[in-house]
C-alpha cells in the first residue's frame, strides 16, 4: 500500500508502507472511499510543528468495512463508516459525558491519507450508514468525519441558539462549517471573519449574513458597528493563533460565549484581560463521535452539503500537490481520491 509520508517542512512523499491489518480484537480495517487534507495538517507541513521522523499522515476517513476483529459485533463487513481523529471506547465517563475526544483509552488514528485504514476501539469509534452511500454524498460524509463535526462542536461549545448573533474567526473548512452549524442551530445573524472572495462566496452559501474583511482592533471595531457597540452572543474561534483568540474574545459581549477549536499554536491568554472580558470560554479537540449520527442524518436527508468545502479534488497519488495547493491558500480543502 501507498500512503503519504511527511519527513520534513514542505516535504510530503507518496510511498509504500505494510498494508495495515488487524491487531486487536477491537480493531476494524476500513479500506477509505476518498480521503482528505486537514487544516491542522499544515503544522508540521509548514515546520512549525516538529516531526521526529518520517510521518504517515491524514486523520479524516470514510469507507467500506473490510474486516473486524473478534471482539467487534456491531461493526459488520460491507457497511459504509464514518470516524473520527481519536478513536474511543464511548463507555468511560468521558465518553458518556459526550466527550470522546478526551477518552480515558483514546487513540489518536493516523495514516489515514492512505488507502486502507486500521481503526481502534472501532466499536466505540465508528458510525455506518444506512446504506452505502451513492458516490455525490460521499464527500460530504467525509467533511463530517472531522471539520464538519469540529464546525459543529464550535457553535455548540459557543452556545449558538435560536436568534442568536455569531461572529466566526476563521474562514477555513472548519469556519466555515461553523457558520452552516450555526444557520441550522438558528443563529439570526451570523458575521463571518474573512479576507477572501472565495471562501466569502461559501460563507454566504453556508449562511452567513455579513461579512468582515478586517482584523485585529479594526476588525472588532467593525465587529461592533454591526452589533451595535455591543458584541456577539457567540463567537467560534477556529484558527489557534493569538490573533484569532484575542480577536474572537474582543468580538463577545459581555457574558457571551467563546469556543476554540483551531490547534493553539503561541497562545497566550493574560488572565487580568480575560478577568475583565467576561466571557465563557469552551473548547478543545472537537468530541466528533457525539455528533456523527446526528450529522449523518443531516447529511443523508439533504439537509446540510458540507462536501461543499473540498475545492479541490486529487488522485491520492498527487497528496503533495493538495499540501502544496492548500498551503498557498489556492484551495481551501483538498479531497482524495485512492
Given at each position: 500500500?501507498?500512503?503519504?509520508?511527511?519527513?520534513?517542512?514542505?516535504?510530503?512523499?507518496?510511498?509504500e508502507?505494510?498494508?495495515?491489518?488487524?491487531?486487536?480484537?477491537?480493531?476494524?480495517?476500513?479500506?477509505?472511499?476518498?480521503?482528505?487534507?486537514?487544516?491542522?495538517?499544515l503544522?508540521?507541513?509548514?515546520?512549525?510543528?516538529?516531526?521526529?521522523?518520517?510521518?504517515?499522515?491524514?486523520h479524516?476517513?470514510?469507507?467500506?468495512?473490510?474486516?473486524?476483529?473478534?471482539?467487534?459485533?456491531?461493526?459488520?463487513?460491507?457497511?459504509?463508516?464514518?470516524g473520527?481523529?481519536?478513536?474511543?471506547?464511548?463507555?468511560?465517563?468521558?465518553?458518556?459525558?459526550?466527550?470522546?475526544?478526551?477518552?480515558?483509552?483514546?487513540?489518536?488514528?493516523?495514516?489515514?491519507?492512505?488507502?486502507?485504514?486500521?481503526?481502534?476501539?472501532?466499536?466505540?469509534?465508528?458510525?455506518?450508514?444506512?446504506?452505502?452511500?451513492q458516490?455525490?454524498l460521499?464527500?460530504?460524509?467525509?467533511?463530517?468525519?472531522?471539520?464538519?463535526g469540529?464546525?459543529?462542536?464550535?457553535?455548540?461549545?459557543?452556545?449558538?441558539?435560536?436568534?442568536?448573533?455569531?461572529?466566526?474567526?476563521?474562514?477555513?473548512?472548519?469556519?466555515?462549517?461553523?457558520v452552516?452549524s450555526a444557520r441550522?442551530?438558528?443563529?439570526?445573524?451570523?458575521?463571518?471573519?474573512?479576507?477572501?472572495?472565495?471562501?466569502?462566496?461559501?460563507?454566504?452559501?453556508f449562511?452567513?449574513?455579513?461579512?468582515?474583511?478586517?482584523?485585529?482592533?479594526?476588525?472588532?471595531?467593525?465587529?461592533?458597528?454591526?452589533?451595535?457597540?455591543?458584541?456577539?452572543?457567540?463567537?467560534?474561534?477556529?484558527?489557534?493563533?493569538?490573533?484569532?483568540?484575542?480577536?474572537?474574545?474582543?468580538?463577545?459581549?459581555?457574558?457571551?460565549?467563546?469556543?476554540?477549536?483551531?490547534?493553539?499554536?503561541?497562545?497566550?491568554?493574560?488572565?487580568?484581560?480575560?478577568?475583565?472580558?467576561?466571557?465563557?470560554?469552551?473548547?478543545?479537540?472537537?468530541?466528533?463521535?457525539?455528533?456523527?449520527p446526528?450529522?449523518?442524518?443531516?447529511?443523508?436527508?439533504?439537509?446540510?452539503?458540507?462536501?461543499k468545502?473540498?475545492d479541490?479534488?486529487l488522485?491520492?497519488?498527487?497528496?503533495?500537490?493538495?499540501?502544496?495547493?492548500?498551503?498557498?491558500?489556492?484551495?481551501?480543502?483538498?479531497?482524495?481520491?485512492?
Open positions: 500500500m501507498r500512503t503519504a509520508m511527511l519527513y520534513g517542512p514542505r516535504d510530503i512523499r507518496f510511498e508502507r505494510e498494508t495495515p491489518r488487524i491487531t486487536q480484537p477491537t480493531d476494524a480495517v476500513v479500506r477509505l472511499s476518498v480521503t482528505s487534507i486537514c487544516g491542522s495538517d503544522w508540521p507541513y509548514r515546520g512549525i510543528q516538529a516531526v521526529t521522523g518520517p510521518t504517515p499522515m491524514g479524516e476517513y470514510c469507507g467500506i468495512v473490510e474486516e473486524v476483529g473478534r471482539a467487534v459485533t456491531k461493526i459488520k463487513p460491507g457497511q459504509f463508516v464514518i473520527s481523529f481519536f478513536a474511543s471506547d464511548n463507555t468511560c465517563p468521558n465518553c458518556q459525558n459526550g466527550y470522546q475526544s478526551s477518552c480515558q483509552h483514546r487513540e489518536l488514528v493516523g495514516g489515514a491519507q492512505a488507502s486502507v485504514l486500521r481503526v481502534p476501539l472501532a466499536e466505540g469509534t465508528l458510525v455506518a450508514t444506512q446504506d452505502v452511500p458516490q455525490d460521499i464527500p460530504s460524509f467525509q467533511a463530517v468525519s472531522d471539520v464538519m469540529t464546525g459543529w462542536f464550535a457553535a455548540d461549545a459557543a452556545n449558538v441558539k435560536q436568534g442568536t448573533t455569531v461572529v466566526v474567526v476563521g474562514d477555513g473548512a472548519v469556519g466555515l462549517l461553523a452552516l441550522q442551530m438558528g443563529a439570526e445573524r451570523i458575521i463571518a471573519m474573512s479576507r477572501h472572495e472565495s471562501r466569502q462566496r461559501l460563507a454566504r452559501e449562511g452567513a449574513t455579513d461579512i468582515v474583511a478586517e482584523r485585529g482592533q479594526a476588525g472588532e471595531a467593525r465587529v461592533m458597528e454591526l452589533t451595535r457597540g455591543i458584541g456577539a452572543d457567540s463567537v467560534p474561534e477556529c484558527v489557534g493563533t493569538q490573533e484569532s483568540m484575542t480577536q474572537a474574545i474582543q468580538c463577545a459581549r459581555r457574558g457571551g460565549y467563546v469556543s476554540y477549536v483551531g490547534v493553539p499554536h503561541a497562545v497566550d491568554l493574560k488572565g487580568e484581560e480575560l478577568f475583565f472580558a467576561h466571557v465563557h470560554l469552551h473548547g478543545g479537540p472537537a468530541p466528533v463521535r457525539r455528533f456523527l446526528k450529522l449523518i442524518d443531516l447529511v443523508w436527508s439533504g439537509k446540510i452539503n458540507p462536501g468545502v473540498f479541490l479534488a488522485p491520492l497519488e498527487q497528496v503533495a500537490e493538495g499540501y502544496r495547493a492548500m498551503d498557498e491558500r489556492r484551495a481551501i480543502k483538498a479531497l482524495l481520491r485512492p
